[in-house]
């Protein structure tokens, strides 16, 4: 907790609640949350290959497992906006305005489904989110 509210160290942080994870493995909360954090902090691939590692390695509750599963699929979906971001923002020297003139200009077929059944966004740092409510993607 220290780690992330007063240091602002989320690498830092998503360790230990890796850690919380491997402790009390009846709570998804620390390992969806470490997943977030490494993803935060430009690491989306770190945080899929360690939701993969759980779901391959562990042995969870269907709701447990369920979550997890969403949170892999969120993820897989935010790399492939990367991904198509990384292409635009080299091809143009500027984010877009909105994730949907990455489909617009080709960059991406269609947007990746969002298991939260919500939009994908583009922040004002540019980061992909994927679980804000108040999120839109124009």
């Not at 402790?23 to 902090?41: D, G, Y």
């Not at 994730?99 to 922040?123: A, R, S, W």
């Amino acid at each position: 907790f220290d780690y992330l509210y007063f240091l602002d160290d989320k690498l830092q942080a998503s360790h230990y609640f890796k850690q919380a994870y491997e402790r009390s493995p009846n709570s998804f909360t620390f390992a969806t949350l470490a997943s977030k954090l490494l993803h935060q902090e430009g690491k989306t691939e770190s945080g899929i290959l360690y939701l993969e590692s759980l779901l391959k390695n562990h042995t969870q509750s269907g709701e447990i497992k369920k979550a997890l599963e969403m949170r892999l699929l969120a993820l897989k979906g935010v790399l492939v906006i990367e991904k198509a971001l990384s292409q635009y923002k080299k091809r143009f020297g500027i984010n877009p305005p909105n994730l949907h003139d990455l489909v617009f200009t080709g960059f991406l077929k269609e947007m990746p489904p969002n298991p939260y059944q919500i939009n994908y966004c583009l922040n004002e740092s540019g980061q992909i989110e994927f679980d804000r409510v108040d999120c839109n993607m124009d």
